[in-house]
């Protein structure tokens, strides 16, 4: 790929371009769906699990719950395990509170920035480039995920879903972005792995859009958009690039 000059600005997602939350969640599933038979006799681990994974694909399918859910993921794995735990059998709303803490607190735990992810993000600032962290979720939690790794340094402005009143795909959370840096779209690279709420909107504002594909497995046929570029991640964006 012949080399790219540096953008006036680039506007990053978080969760999935880069904090690494994926994983580890089967295993941390499993576990949970475990410590649930350990604690609650008569339980199956495996009935569990489908249960669970049925619930998970029912609240997130639903635009309005997963609205909800992605301002307080706490509370929406709460519900998920609550409805799961009921398809088993077992309707007990304070242990699946219990549970869904249990397997919150793993993942929060295990949460760190992809490979090379800060290292690109302070190269980028030491070229001037201007930068704008721009994510769903609650403002609450979506700022602890940026503490512990001190990500806040490296932005110019951090636009959160929970605290901007509006999250992604609606257009108006870009242009807030861009306003706050003075960007303008054609000058800029969005760069995020959710075809549909990073790359869409990008596309559509005129910016130039960067698709993270960590899983390495393409566009899907029935892409939502088409980006100019895809990266198996962010460690990628810098060897392309002529500084």
């Known amino acids: 790929m012949a080399s790219q000059q540096l953008p006036a600005s680039i506007l990053f997602d978080l969760d999935g371009t880069i904090l690494d939350g994926a994983s580890g969640t089967d295993a941390d599933r499993r576990a949970t769906c475990e410590e649930a038979c ?12 489908i249960a669970l ?25 709460e519900e998920i395990y609550r409805d799961a735990l009921r398809d088993v059998g077992v309707d007990d709303r304070s242990f699946a509170t219990d549970l869904a803490h249990f397997y ?20 980028l600032r030491s070229h001037g480039v201007l930068t704008a962290l721009v994510t769903n979720g609650g403002g ?25 009143g509006i999250g992604k795909p609606d257009e108006r959370i870009f242009r807030h972005a861009l306003r706050e840096l003075e960007g303008d779209p054609e000058s800029t690279w969005m760069v995020g792995d959710s075809l549909e709420a990073d790359i869409a ?5 005129g910016m130039h859009a960067v698709w993270v594909d960590v899983e390495g497995e393409g566009l899907p046929k029935d892409a939502p958009a088409k980006p100019q570029r895809v990266v198996r991640g962010i460690h990628e964006l810098l060897p392309d690039i002529d500084v």
């Open 38 to 49: 350990r604690r609650h006799a008569g339980l199956d681990v495996e009935a569990l699990l």
């Open 53 to 77: 994974r049925t619930n998970i694909d029912r609240f997130w399918d639903d635009r309005d719950r997963a609205r909800r859910g992605r301002v307080d993921i706490r509370i929406a794995v």
């Open 104 to 123: 919150r607190d793993r993942r929060d735990a295990a949460m760190r920035p992809f490979p090379g992810a800060v290292d690109v993000l302070r190269e």
């Open 140 to 164: 609450k939690q979506q700022r602890e995920r940026i503490a512990p790794f001190g990500l806040a340094t490296y932005f110019d402005c951090i636009v959160i879903e929970g605290e901007f």
């Open 201 to 205: 909107p990008a596309l559509a504002l």
